[in-house]
């Protein structure tokens, strides 16, 4: 049986190929914090990134395709979990980064036009849902530490208790248009690990 062939922009090779990906991943992230995804032109992608247009069009295809890829390689490349010792520090440092990510000037408005694109396209949107489960299980081993340690009740969810640290900061970035802060990651951090402490995300 013949292997199936890798979806566009899937293929991670390396040398001159990896160089042009690089860079029209960055312009396409470029373009999509500038205009948003509608603005999302493969033609002017390979303008920017200094690269042929055929490359782009025959390698991603789709402007989906490329916000997809885009979203892979921010997933594999994002800061690796902290290891403090301590689950209320590890999740705290967990919601500073996404704050910090999320209120600067480019990946934030990079971030909306991500979610955006998930809103209208379906190869988006499944990059998206990638990207959050990576991130999440990236940072899953500071619950499942902490209930080595003793800190969380055995069988709490740690990929449960992730997601609960950075849901309401995504809501509030999304929803409510108020600039977050460090406090704000503070608490979404405190009442993740005060209800991994209650039980709350216990398997059944």
């Known amino acids: 049986m013949s292997a199936m062939p890798a979806a566009p922009g899937s293929v991670r090779p390396g ?74 520090d590890d999740l705290r440092a967990n919601a500073r980064l996404v704050v910090r990510t999320l209120t600067d000037p480019r990946q934030g408005r990079l971030f909306k036009a991500l979610i955006a694109a998930s809103l209208c396209d379906a190869q988006a949107a499944e990059a998206l849902h990638r990207f959050y489960a990576v991130r999440i299980a990236e940072w899953a081993g500071c619950v499942t530490d902490a209930t080595q340690r003793g800190e969380l009740p055995a069988a709490t969810d740690p990929h449960a208790v992730v997601a609960a640290v950075s849901a309401p900061l995504y809501y509030a970035f999304v929803n409510t248009g108020r600039p977050l802060t460090d406090t704000d990651a503070d608490r979404a951090a405190a009442a993740a690990v005060a209800a991994a402490r209650a039980g709350v995300w216990q398997a059944s």
């Open 15 to 88: 040398g001159r190929t990896a160089r042009v990906r690089e860079a029209v991943l960055r312009a396409a992230g470029d373009v999509l914090a500038e205009a948003g995804f509608e603005a999302l032109d493969l033609a002017e992608v390979a303008r920017r990134a200094g690269v042929g247009k055929t490359t782009v069009y025959r390698r991603w295809g789709t402007p989906g395709t490329l916000a997809a890829d885009l979203l892979d390689d921010m997933a594999t490349s994002s800061a690796a979990r902290t290891d403090t010792g301590s689950v209320a």
